[in-house]
């Protein structure tokens, strides 16, 4: 049985992103990243977790989201497009008259159309340049 929550274990959000080939880093790391993020919102089967969705915000006109995951063998059954329109749906919630949010993110790559259909204009275009990014990484 499909349900959605508001948890996801650190080692489950590193699972997911395994699964689906995206980079791993300590688990300390990830406990911040489902801990200290605005949103988070899991998707189970029974008590698996298939799929996740976090978004970073912090009130302003600029929110993020991040780690649309969805497992392989799950995709293509309208899950993504729920965790992104469950997204779409806190932040308009949460905001208050007069403001307007920014929501951004780094799509995976292939990925722009599904994105595009939930509203989302790729970089660069006629307003905006193209989303960049650098992965700081301290060695030991």
Do not use: H
């Amino acid at each position: 049985m499909i349900r959605y929550d508001d948890y996801i274990s650190p080692e489950e959000y590193l699972e997911l992103r395994k699964t689906v080939g995206w980079r791993l880093f300590p688990l300390e790391e990830a406990k911040n990243c489902v801990e200290n993020a605005y949103m988070v919102l899991c998707v189970r089967d029974d008590e698996r977790a298939i799929g996740v969705v976090r978004l970073s915000w912090d009130g302003g006109y600029v929110a993020f989201l991040s780690d649309v995951i969805v497992m392989p063998e799950y995709q293509g059954q309208g899950i993504g497009k729920r965790l992104v329109e469950a997204v779409i749906k806190r932040i308009k919630d949460d905001m208050k008259p007069g403001y307007m949010v920014n929501l951004n993110l780094n799509s995976a790559k292939g990925k722009e159309p599904f994105y595009a259909k939930l509203g989302f204009v790729e970089r660069p275009n006629e307003d905006a340049g193209a989303g960049m990014n650098q992965w700081l990484i301290l060695e030991d």
